[in-house]
Antibody
């Protein structure tokens, strides 16, 4: 069974760093792009960018370029999303999703990130 | 403001047919990019409902259908049921954004 399992909820203070994870199983992890999608409280889905785990090629949506870093460790079938200096406006649910040509058929359960002083 | 425009809300009575529109432009839907639709219940991850404009993944009831014409796409739900109450999002690509993925703003479906 194809699964994406994300790391647990995080509560951080402004300025702190954070790295959340998304572990794939049940398929060839290096053969599919992994995207990250933000959903702020009560808002819609925002595509942040994507990474190809085989060679770690990344593409970022302009609003997120320079704000986050996507990486992957193909040896453990895990993709990561990290921040070096969190802001209160980073408070959101973050989803990873597996790219199937142009749609996303498999999603992680989401990681809630709360940034508050 | 989303590149793909959806109505914030639609509603219908059980058994009725509702449609949700997704309006784009010549740089996304009108450029020939496929449109996909997702269903999201509160507190859960989105689920792929329609892919490639009109295809249903295994397990999605045939009450859900998708279409695309010109710079717009639509999701139709027939025989509306209470459990269809959810948020619905369209998704495509945009050539003016380095072929990046774009989502519609989402539509809240209320079953009366």
């Amino acid at each position: 069974e194809v699964q994406l399992v994300q790391s647990g909820a995080e509560v951080k203070k402004p300025g702190e760093s954070l790295k959340i994870s998304c572990k794939g199983s049940g398929y060839s992890f290096t053969s599919y792009w992994i995207a990250w999608v933000r959903q702020m409280p009560g808002k819609g889905l925002e595509w942040m960018g994507t990474i190809y785990p085989d060679d770690s090629e990344t593409r970022y949506s302009p609003p997120f370029q320079g704000q986050v870093t996507m990486s992957a460790d193909k040896s453990i079938s895990t993709a990561y999303l990290q921040w070096s200096g969190l802001k209160a406006s980073d408070t959101a649910m973050y989803y990873c999703a597996r790219g199937d040509t142009t749609s996303y058929s498999r999603w992680g359960q989401g990681t809630q990130v709360t940034v508050s002083s | 403001q989303s590149v793909l425009t959806q109505p914030p809300s639609v509603s219908g009575a059980p058994g009725q047919r509702v449609t949700i529109s997704c309006t784009g432009s010549s740089s996304n839907i009108g450029a020939g990019y496929n449109v996909h639709w997702y269903q999201q219940f509160p507190g859960t991850a989105p689920k792929l409902l329609i892919y490639g404009n009109h295809n249903r993944p295994s397990g999605v009831p045939d009450r859900f259908s998708g279409s695309k014409s010109g710079t717009s796409a639509s999701l139709a739900i027939t025989g509306l049921q209470a459990e269809d109450e959810a948020d619905y999002y369209c998704q495509s690509y945009d050539s003016s954004l380095n072929n990046n993925v774009v989502f519609g703003g989402g539509t809240k479906l209320t079953v009366l």
